[in-house]
């Protein structure tokens, strides 16, 4: 992988950096990924984050239970009504993810050089020298001078309340920790990790299971991410899951990435995922802080090259508190659309931080600036490159009308497509207009009643960068006369136009299929 592959456009103007931003319909390319809770819940608070730019809801059920976050989602499609701006819904599972149980919630004062008992009797009362957890096979997992973390950064968003451990001795299935800082934990529950250590836990648990049958199937998910991915037969297990229940067979699968043991196995990973979350948290743990950065790099370049989104988390946690990121913070922003993240994804800053609105404006303004001056001319050809010749049929439909749109400075490039694919082909291109994916609706049967896919399609184009959905009228097949198309296309640019993409005079491109061809022409708009 060479190490220039994403330099950033040349010259920028010294006086370019000092004009305002311009306001525009689509706040980014680069998509956001809220994920809701206490702060981020009411339809008031829900219809602001999609009108600032979150486009895909996080629904974490590491805390909560189910109707806590069922009241949260009809709210959320309350807000989509208002604001009729389409939301897509990630569940997120728990998967092994080690937990204190503090049943007090009384907070924990815990001091440098002292030594703590890490026990998995549950019953037992956490204190300064006593942390009850939820697995019973720590003991066995660990070794004298390992390191473990815990800490509510998923809560708080700062490590400031989190403590590091080295392990001394285990004593039955006891582990006695040294303590390295000194830190009060305050809550209900912290998470454990422990470093580089493989913990024997199913990557997806009966409870995940319980969850997704229930939860997941009534309110049809369109992504499943998948906690703690350490394996691709982790992947292939959840999606012959995912199979038999019900309408789940359309969800796509996120692989996150959380340790070592899914940093080895990455490319098999992708291969299977649909997708791809870099869980900068966890990973930051068990990888030195220097080589955190040359992950970022490499995933997302791989990624991009086999035209999977990519999703960057952990960005902006100093915004869980305050109204603004820090310098370092809002450069990683721009680093992470750089280096070809399709999705920046909030955790604590959205979930409880108090500016939940904000944060999303700040990092999809900070998104934005950066895509101008995103290398698209260089990214295009390495991209060619890496897909080689002969190029198949519709891969070269995609690169084409990508090349038409920035040779031709279209404003929008419009794609019919009723399985979503030939419009996350064109988006894999990175061009640097919007793509319009207008999905056609195909009708079903099981022989008792009729059916339309295309909703599915449409919301699961809500994580790709570039590409912005919305649904045709089912009368019109993707492959038809070109007087139906005549009619989808004026949909679309009637559409286009009130959102203020396509103005008089513009250029469009558009990409459809007319009988068994493939089809790339470019309009010229009338006044």
């Not at 996350?424 to 999905?439: C, E, F």
């Amino acid at each position: 992988m060479q190490s220039s592959h994403l330099l950033l456009e040349e010259p920028i103007r010294m006086a370019s950096i000092l004009e305002p931003s311009k306001a525009s319909f689509f706040p980014a390319m680069t998509k956001i990924v809220g994920t809701l809770g206490p702060r981020s819940r009411s339809v008031e608070v829900l219809s602001g984050c999609l009108k600032a730019g979150m486009s895909v809801a996080r629904f974490d059920f590491s805390w909560h239970d189910p109707e806590y976050h069922q009241e949260t989602l009809e709210n959320l499609k309350a807000a989509v009504k208002l604001t009729k701006k389409l939301c897509a819904v990630m569940l997120d599972t728990v998967g092994p993810e080690l937990q204190v149980v503090n049943k007090s919630e009384k907070a924990i004062s815990l001091e440098a050089d002292a030594t703590v008992i890490l026990t998995p009797d549950e019953g037992q009362e956490a204190s300064s020298n006593l942390l009850p957890i939820n697995f019973d096979g720590l003991s066995k997992a660990v070794k004298k001078g390992d390191t473990i973390f815990i800490g509510q950064y998923l809560f708080t968003g700062s490590e400031t309340t989190s403590v590091w451990l080295e392990v001394s001795e285990v004593q039955g299935n006891d582990v006695v920790c040294v303590i390295k800082n000194t830190a009060t934990l305050t809550g209900a529950l912290f998470t454990l990790h422990a470093s580089q250590i493989r913990i024997e836990l199913p990557t997806l648990s009966d409870k995940d299971k319980e969850v997704i049958s229930s939860w997941g199937v009534k309110n049809k998910i369109d992504f499943l991410s998948l906690s703690y991915t350490r394996h691709a037969e982790d992947v292939r297990h959840a999606r012959e899951f995912l199979s038999k229940q019900g309408d789940l067979y359309q969800t796509q699968i996120f692989a996150k990435i959380e340790n070592i043991e899914g940093l080895n196995h990455f490319d098999e990973i992708l291969q299977e995922a649909d997708g791809i979350i870099l869980s900068r948290g966890n990973l930051g743990i068990d990888l030195p802080p220097e080589k955190v950065f040359l992950f970022q790099k490499a995933a997302l370049y791989k990624c991009n090259v086999a035209g999977k989104p990519a999703v960057v988390t952990r960005v902006v946690d100093s915004m869980t508190d305050n109204l603004r990121p820090t310098r370092a913070e809002a450069t990683d922003v721009a680093n992470a659309v750089l280096d070809g993240s399709d999705a920046i994804l909030l955790g604590a800053e959205t979930l409880r931080g108090l500016y939940p609105v904000e944060t999303i404006s700040i990092v999809g303004k900070i998104c934005a600036e950066a895509e101008k001056v995103f290398n698209q001319d260089l990214y295009f050809k390495k991209t060619v490159k890496h897909v080689g010749e002969p190029m198949t049929h519709l891969e070269s439909i995609a690169s084409s009308a990508v090349r038409a749109a920035i040779k031709v400075k279209a404003s929008v490039i419009i794609c019919f497509t009723s399985s979503g694919r030939a419009a996350r082909l064109i988006a894999k291109y990175r061009p640097t207009m919007p793509v319009l994916s207008v999905v056609i609706p195909r009708l079903k049967t099981n022989q008792l009643k009729w059916s339309f896919s295309g909703a599915f399609e449409a919301r699961q184009s809500l994580i790709v960068r570039g590409l912005f959905p919305m649904l045709a009228d089912p009368r019109h097949p993707a492959e038809s006369t070109s007087a139906t198309n005549e009619s989808v296309l004026k949909v679309a640019l009637d559409h286009g136009k009130a959102s203020g993409v396509v103005k008089p005079h513009d250029r469009v491109v558009v990409c459809q299929k007319v009988g068994d061809a493939s089809v790339v022409k470019i309009i010229e708009l009338e006044d």
